[in-house]
């Protein structure tokens, strides 16, 4: 048994089978199987072998075609090296006898037949050795590709364990056969994390490394309440956090109850609680717990795992469905927020950049990128046609200047006017917002308080920004502090100026802070009133909202702010959410 | 396997020596054959069917090879094997 801890972003308890995605590098990952796995193992090189000489023959035909057979029989050659009994053997025999994994196993025979031929010595036989090396290379290619591939056909449920998910293998995968994630590497605001946090699975990030000491099959725990990993655990063990699974549903159900109750502070006080979602199907998620609406739905993953960019049929149709779910409640749609990070070579999108959190990507991009901007409005003001006036918001991601807002409310004009004259219907008057996540936005709050709609403050970005950290990085990640006295006084910066004496505009924080209980308190104490959660965190914040009083939570506030840099302050939020509602789990 | 063993003697005529594309040709060979047939150069054997053993005799032009089957037909397996080599391994 062996415990490993990374950092908790998604709550609760799975347990199962694991399935590794090892890094894309050679770096062999690990060296040994488990017994049990031998005979999957063997049956997995032999895929690989399969598909490296059919490569090889494909290879064979070519140059054949262009360049004459006897060309083409170095292929043969290679293929009959490949197939040849003695290396065949020789990899089941170290699978078999010595638990190697199929990967090891090449590894140790090809680099003997080579090493074999270098000692030949001659220019002819060294060149040969390098023949191996490819042959060697590319079976180790097939070999962790193959196990990248299998993410799209899952057959049995399985804890995907990896070094690190790219947005397109987690948008195509098999969410039924999906029971929990864990990274390498990563933080809280990780793709994996939201993503598992949209599935409503267990997750663990920024592990380390340790793939290497987990084979496919071991049997696994993933704990998202204490964020630990734990590989191959002790029969006590697994009935201990099987009882903790079982405790948490149950606690979950106890809360579950407060889902038709409205969210009301104690004092009387209404907040709006909406939720976050990704896909159009987590609209019920959000619904069945009582949200009030949607308060950011992400856009994104319309151009995720897809060749090509959406077209406005694939907009309208998603924001449709989101739009018929929700029968009138209010749906916030973010528009394009794909950055450097997040698969950006669909469609012709410029890719790669030096710094990419500082780079082309979300409104910036839309606004280089004009056509896929205006698809994607031109599917929103469509759709907003079939909803409630008023219902249905944009809003746009990164603003970092007025003029940037006003270009892409210009935008939003100029596809009005389209629309017009294709004689379309779409709704003339649709509320315009932004999100305030790069401290300039939150600085300049008053300014462009007179011209939004609404501000939406997404917290992961606007503290990723405001304290220089990446919170992926495990080097720098301590320094990524939620409650830092910066990111409290922006919060009320941009509070004070949404509350204009002739004109008061709706502020809301999306973003994984205000999913979190404890935060919940300092932030309606900050003078929030609207918050945009991951849908599973709804009954419990609810139960902390109605347990609730404003002048405790700005008492709460107050004193978090005095606190100011000290280290106290995460316990501190934490002690006082447990005393307003001591039967919250986490 | 039957007793019957017949040897002979042959000569890498190959401008590059016994290289990978020859090798493979005895090994396809080798594998249609119902007897053992074992290739020496010198202090090295190997087994027609191993193509990491042929490799391995890195038999050059001019390098004299001793052939030796062993079993069914190994009279009529040597003859194919000396007149692969006779044709310089050609078509």
């Known amino acids: 048994m062996l415990v490993k801890r990374g950092i908790a ?18 770096k062999l990952s690990r060296h040994y199987t488990s017994k049990s796995a031998i005979e999957t193992e063997i ?4 895929a690989a072998l399969n598909a490296v000489c059919t490569d090889i023959e494909e290879n064979q035909r070519v140059a054949t075609e262009r360049l004459g057979k006897e060309y083409g029989a170095i292929f043969g050659a290679h293929v009959l090296m490949a197939r040849s009994p003695e290396l065949v053997s020789e990899v089941e025999r ?8 199929p990967e090891r196993a090449c590894e140790i025979v090809l680099n003997k037949y080579a090493k074999l031929f270098q000692e030949l010595g001659s220019r002819y036989h060294a060149e040969r050795a390098q023949d191996i090396y490819d042959l060697k290379n590319r079976l180790l290619r097939q070999l962790l590709g193959k196990q990248r591939q299998e993410m799209t056909d899952l057959t049995e449920p399985v804890l995907i364990l990896a070094h690190n998910l790219t947005p397109s293998e987690t948008a195509n995968l098999k969410r039924e ?14 793709h994996t994390a939201i993503l598992a946090g949209a599935l409503e699975l267990p997750a663990v990030v920024g592990v380390g490394e340790f793939l290497s000491e987990v084979t496919s099959g071991d049997l696994i725990i993933i704990d998202g309440d204490r964020g630990e990993v734990i590989i191959n655990p002790i029969e006590s063990v697994i009935a201990e956090r099987r009882a903790a699974q079982q405790k948490n549903e149950s606690n979950y159900a106890a809360l579950e109850i407060e889902r038709t109750a409205e969210p009301i502070t104690a004092d009387g006080e209404r907040i709006q609680l909406l939720g976050n979602i990704e896909f159009p199907t987590e609209t019920g998620h959000c619904l069945e717990r009582g949200a009030d609406g949607i308060g950011l739905y992400r856009t994104e993953f319309l151009y995720l795992g897809v060749e090509q960019e959406p077209s406005e049929e694939d907009h309208y149709q998603a924001y449709c469905r989101v739009i018929e779910d929700l029968g009138g409640r209010e749906v916030v749609i973010r528009t394009l927020d794909l950055g450097a990070d997040k698969v950006p070579s669909v469609g012709g999108l410029p890719a790669e950049s030096t710094n990419p959190a500082l780079g082309l990507r979300s409104i910036r991009l839309s606004l280089q990128h004009r056509e896929g901007f205006k698809t994607q409005l031109r599917a929103i003001l469509r759709a907003a046609a079939k909803a409630p006036p008023g219902s249905v918001k944009i809003m746009f991601p990164l603003i970092s200047s007025l003029n940037e807002f006003r270009q892409a409310k210009m935008v939003v004009r100029d596809v009005m006017d ?6 379309e219907s779409f709704p003339r008057e649709v509320p315009l917002g932004m999100m305030v996540e790069v401290p300039s936005a939150a600085i300049l709050a008053d300014q462009f308080a007179a011209e939004v709609d609404f501000f939406s403050i997404g917290t992961n970005d606007l503290i990723q920004y405001t304290l220089a950290v990446d919170r992926g990085d495990p080097a720098v990640s301590s320094l990524y502090r939620t409650g830092d006295p910066a990111i409290l006084r922006l919060i009320r910066m941009v509070v004070a100026a949404a509350d204009q004496p002739n004109r008061k505009i709706p502020v809301t924080v999306c973003g994984q802070m205000s999913s979190d209980p404890k935060f919940l308190p300092l932030l309606i104490g900050l003078g929030i009133r609207r918050i945009s959660v991951t849908p599973h965190s ?18 709460i506030a107050t004193h978090a702010e005095w606190l100011g840099l000290s280290r106290g302050i995460d316990n501190y939020l934490q002690g006082e959410v447990s005393k307003i509602c001591p039967q919250l789990v986490r | 396997m039957g007793g019957q063993s017949v040897s002979q003697t042959v000569t890498v005529r190959l401008e590059n020596g016994l290289h990978l594309v020859p090798c493979s040709r005895l090994v396809k060979l080798g594998n249609g054959l119902g007897c053992d047939v074992r290739i020496r150069k010198g202090s090295l054997d190997a087994d027609i069917k191993n193509i990491f053993d042929l490799m391995g005799l890195a038999a050059a032009f001019g390098d004299q090879l001793e052939l030796r089957a062993t079993g069914d037909g190994a009279d009529e397996a040597l003859a194919k094997i000396v007149q692969l080599f006779e044709s310089n391994f050609g078509d």
């Open chain 1, 94 to 101: 170290l699978i078999r006898e010595e638990t190697n994994t």
């Open chain 1, 177 to 190: 056969f999906v029971l929990g994630f864990v990274t390498e590497v990563g933080g809280p605001t990780s």
């Open chain 1, 538 to 555: 709804i009954p419990e914040l609810k139960a902390v909202i109605r347990r609730l009083t404003i002048p405790k939570a700005k008492d």
């Open chain 1, 43 to 46: 049956g997995r090189f032999h």
């Open chain 1, 9 to 26: 972003v998604s709550p609760g308890v799975a347990i199962g089978p694991a399935l590794l995605f090892g890094a894309e590098n050679f």
């Open chain 1, 418 to 423: 389209d629309l017009d004259e294709a004689g």
